[in-house]
């Protein structure tokens, strides 16, 4: 990314070190011991001495050819087959697949758990997240049974890893793609609608967008080159001017990318951005990014990390460079499980799940349960009050009040159908498979002189549901609980 001088609100200094101070109590964060020298903080700019007079030939001289790197991919898939699976979820303009390793302990499985994503060489021309991807997998791979947090994360998360979106740009050491496209900037906008056509875009672009339709991801990061910072939306403003624009997520955005910054060895030391995060459109607009769209068409909170102040550096600084974001990386996926606000929606009527929607009293955003067990995945700043509302269409809405703590939450809730003005229940996707003879027998002894005696019914039949809810005991174990304690509300 071309460095732009970033811009610094004063007014956003206290939410910023609030959000960092949070996110510093929450996560883990590099030993000490691994670095005793914190006070060069451009120092990942020559990791290694004798990089400055690289000639273009031996540019990619130690990175992963394209084949290489499918190699190292099904190589992993067959080595780790117990908690990985590999999949393509399309292919570029050249015709290489887009493979994408996915890490769980039951891979391909749908389950109540959030779906997290990185994607990386999304510009040709930046491909250290290409290798971090690959030394991310071997890492969950070797330890998932002995160290915590990737035991956490491979049991409660399912990840995706696409190490590469632009694997003809990589081989012809370009930005854009085999057509010198920009794929950050080939997705829908939500300010300027030239790019509106889908299948007048680029296949790659084509293949996220089927990919998030696929799956509903809770949670993302891409990953580039050229800086040092994290950066989260709105990327573009209305009138492409620089300044900063939030999203109605501001605060969850600002407290994911803190957690990426102080994870790192030297991010949040940034001398050009404020605990090493920034917003993007502050920083410099764009339009047709990534970022934005995932947030606004798949309800997916994605962040983009800069992870490297020089584009392509020499491949000997790839293992210092993994050093420097491993924590980063994991406390980022672990940010689903451990924060926010999590759960299912039910029907009182028989228990059924129901894909409704979760909504914050406040926040002009709206999160989908999922359509098979109706879970929710709710990302939120700790330390805050939120009243947090279920809907559903024939279904009566709940809200609750919860304060959030510095660990997630588990809440359910249990919708009661609708009832109309005359009494009669509101049909749903799941109720009433009366056929037509019956329905209008049913509305003759309405309309009829029967009235009163229905009014009694309905009566009678509220007081024996109230009676079987008090008894009613609701018992929801399918979530796991090796996340750590976590409160459960039931409402």
């Known amino acids: 990314m071309i460095m732009k001088t970033n811009i610094l609100f004063s007014l956003l200094l206290l939410a910023s070190t609030l959000s960092s101070s949070l996110a510093r109590g929450v996560f883990q964060t590099l030993p000490s011991e691994d670095f005793n020298d914190h006070s060069n903080v451009n120092r990942t700019r020559h990791l290694l001495e004798g990089n400055e007079s690289r000639s273009s030939v031996d540019l990619a001289l130690g990175y992963m050819t394209n084949s290489e790197l499918e190699r190292a991919i099904k190589e992993f898939g067959q080595r780790c087959s117990n908690i990985s699976r590999i999949y393509s979820i399309g292919k570029s303009v050249k015709g290489v697949p887009l493979w994408v390793i996915e890490i769980s302990d039951k891979p391909g499985e749908e389950e109540t758990e959030p779906a997290f994503k990185y994607i990386g060489n999304v510009h040709g021309d930046e491909p250290v997240g290409r290798e971090l991807l690959i030394f991310l997998a071997n890492w969950l791979c070797d330890n998932h049974l002995k160290d915590p ?55 790659e672009t084509r293949a996220i967008m089927k990919w998030l339709r696929d799956i509903q991801f809770t949670g993302s990061a891409t990953l580039h080159g050229g800086a040092l910072v994290a950066n989260y939306p709105w990327d573009g403003t209305h009138d492409k001017r620089t300044y900063y624009a939030g999203c109605p997520d501001d605060d969850a955005f600002r407290f994911m990318a803190s957690i990426y910054s102080h994870s790192h060895y ?6 050009e951005f404020l605990d090493g995060i920034t917003n993007g459109a502050a920083w410099y607009p764009l ?61 009182s009527g028989d228990g059924r799940p129901l894909p409704g ?34 809907t559903m269409p024939g279904y009566k809405s709940k809200n609750t009040s919860i304060w959030l703590d510095e660990g997630a939450m588990s809440l359910d809730f249990v ?77």
């Open 357 to 390: 929607f979760i909504t914050v009293s406040g926040i002009n955003y709206t999160v989908r349960a999922g359509r098979t067990f109706a879970d929710y995945h709710r990302l939120l700043a700790p330390r805050d009050r939120y009243e947090v509302v279920a």
């Open 266 to 271: 030297n991010m949040s030391s940034s001398k």
């Open 415 to 491: 919708l009661d159908p609708e009832v109309s003005v005359k009494g009669s229940i509101l049909r749903n996707v799941y109720d009433c498979n009366c056929d037509s003879k019956s329905k209008l027998e049913f509305v003759e002894f309405l309309l009829g002189s029967h009235l009163e005696v229905f009014f009694v019914f309905i009566v009678i039949l509220g007081f024996l549901c109230f009676l079987f809810q008090r008894r009613k005991k609701v018992k929801f174990s399918t979530t796991k609980q090796s996340t750590g304690a976590k409160r459960t509300v039931v409402v």
């Open 287 to 347: 339009y047709g990014g990534m970022q934005d769209w995932n947030y606004i068409h798949a309800g997916c909170f994605e962040l983009t990390l800069e992870v490297s102040d020089n584009k392509w550096p020499i491949a000997a600084e790839l293992p210092i460079l993994w050093k420097y974001n491993k924590m980063s990386m994991l406390n980022l996926v672990a940010s689903l499980v451990k924060t926010g606000v999590h759960g299912r929606i039910y029907s």
């Open 149 to 203: 947090l990737a035991t956490l994360i491979v049991e409660n998360v399912h990840l995706h890893l696409l190490p590469s979106m632009n694997p003809d740009g990589f081989s012809l050491r370009r930005r854009g793609n085999a057509n010198n496209i920009d794929l950050n900037r080939d997705f829908p906008d939500q300010f300027f609608f030239a790019n509106d056509d889908e299948d007048s875009r680029q296949p």
